[in-house]
């Protein structure tokens, strides 16, 4: 039985070849620190994204990151914290060490502030690669989550601000996935982080309080990112048929259906229909379901004096950002080109090598977009927009 996150084509992430990440519940504190029930646990009243504390620490210390570094003090000299930048790091609980002060601890309406920052600024800026944003937000991420866990907040406002942090976070690690820089990343560190964090959201609807709108959706996307974990679909199978039945969560389901099968023409003519977070959750098991699929023609149509395909056909049929992408993937398996338009399935000749190439993935991922900002997708102001329109008389 595969776990969660471990695709059928041999481990997330694909460019983490051969890495088999830990399977790790949400951070807790320390098991030397006593439980502390609701009643007891504090109410955040920090004002900041960073409490000053922090900031003047880090600042003497000189481990601001240069996001957070103010923009007249980073052409030289001593450092200077941006109030407006600076977001809290992540600090591992020690045994023993007291837990942080109200003063310390930011209430959920600053949490939601800092994610919206960090979907709307960082994870957009065109000066730094996919793989220092993800490291910094994954970050910044983590933090946001220990934060919520170390201090009294409703099931409702806190389910907010973990689906929109852990759509931030699913949104840079896609975006990473197609970065050549990305080996300066821990990939499986990050994979672990967007465990927790579907870890931590799924914990907080199973408590029953709500009603939380985007629970389907949320569940559909733990479904897409363990495409294939026989364990993730016996936990969506669980939930009541009501939730089962909503458009996203039956959508995911189709698509894990057509996975396992190995339907690739079922599969991408779904993958087509995803939005834009959706598309970002799956992404890491698209070159899987590709190569899969096209081991399946080259056992199907490989002849000893070869028989051609065009290649328009595989465009198509996988889904791929064009001909020359198609092109790429068959030279990477072994496969003979004939000309420009086709490809020549010989006997003997299919072959796969290490991980299969993500590929750019713009029709199935980026284009999604649509032109909406990530802020705006991370925190669903596209739906409520649409649904106030719906709404509206004509």
């Known amino acids: 039985m595969r776990r969660p996150g471990e695709s059928q084509g041999g481990g997330w992430p ?38 000053a504390a922090e900031r003047a620490r880090r600042e003497k210390e000189r481990r601001l990151h240069r996001f957070e570094v103010a923009p007249e ?32 601890l930011r209430p959920p309406r600053v949490l939601l502030t800092a994610v919206r920052y960090l979907a709307g600024d960082v994870a ?43 759509a931030t976070l699913l949104a840079v690690v896609a975006r990473l996935r197609t970065d050549p820089a990305h080996g300066r990343v821990d990939g499986g560190l990050l994979q672990t982080q967007v465990q927790e964090g579907f870890g931590s959201l799924r914990r907080c609807y199973a408590r029953g309080a709500g009603p939380h709108p985007r629970q389907a959706a949320f569940h559909g996307l733990f479904l897409l990112y363990n495409l294939g974990s ?8 669980q939930l009541p048929a ?34 834009y977070l959706p598309s970002c959750a799956v992404q890491g098991h698209v070159a899987h379901a590709r190569r899969g699929a096209l081991a399946r023609l080259a056992r199907a149509l490989s002849t000893p004096k070869g028989q051609a395909l065009p290649l328009d056909f595989l465009v ?10 198609a092109r790429d993937l068959c030279q990477a398996h072994g496969l003979p080109l004939a000309g420009e338009e086709q490809v020549v399935f ?49």
Not at 247 to 267: C, I, K, Q, W, Y
Not at 316 to 325: I, M, Q, T, Y
Not at 351 to 359: D, L, N
Request: aromatic share 2%; charged share 30%; net charge negative.
């Open 14 to 51: 694909a460019w983490e070849a051969g890495r088999r990440p830990p399977r790790v519940a949400d951070h807790r504190l320390s098991p030397r620190s006593p439980p502390m029930t609701d009643s007891e646990l504090p109410v955040g009243t920090c004002p900041d994204m960073c409490p």
């Open 73 to 104: 003090h980073l052409g030289g000299g001593p450092p200077r914290a941006d109030p407006r930048r600076t977001v809290k790091e992540y600090c591992r609980p020690a045994a023993g060490k007291p837990r942080p002060p109200p003063s310390h």
């Open 124 to 166: 957009e800026r065109a000066d730094a690669s996919r793989a220092e944003v993800a490291s910094f937000v994954a970050d910044r991420l983590r933090a946001v989550r220990l934060d919520l866990a170390l201090q009294s907040a409703g099931d409702a406002e806190a389910a907010v601000v973990l689906e929109a942090a852990l």
């Open 230 to 237: 026989l364990e993730a679909l016996h936990e969506v199978l």
């Open 316 to 325: 198509h049929l996988l889904a791929l950002d064009g001909p020359e992408e």
């Open 346 to 394: 010989l006997r003997g000749h299919y072959r796969e090598e290490g991980q299969p190439s993500a590929g750019a993935c713009n029709l199935l991922v980026d284009s999604k977009l649509r032109g909406r900002t990530l802020e705006e997708v991370v925190m669903a102001e596209e739906e409520e927009e649409s649904s106030i329109r719906a709404q509206s008389p004509a």
């Open 242 to 275: 009501a939730l089962r039945a909503c458009p996203p969560l039956h959508t995911a389901l189709a698509v894990d259906a057509a996975f396992r099968e190995g339907n690739a023409a079922r599969l991408f003519r779904l993958l087509r229909t995803l939005t």
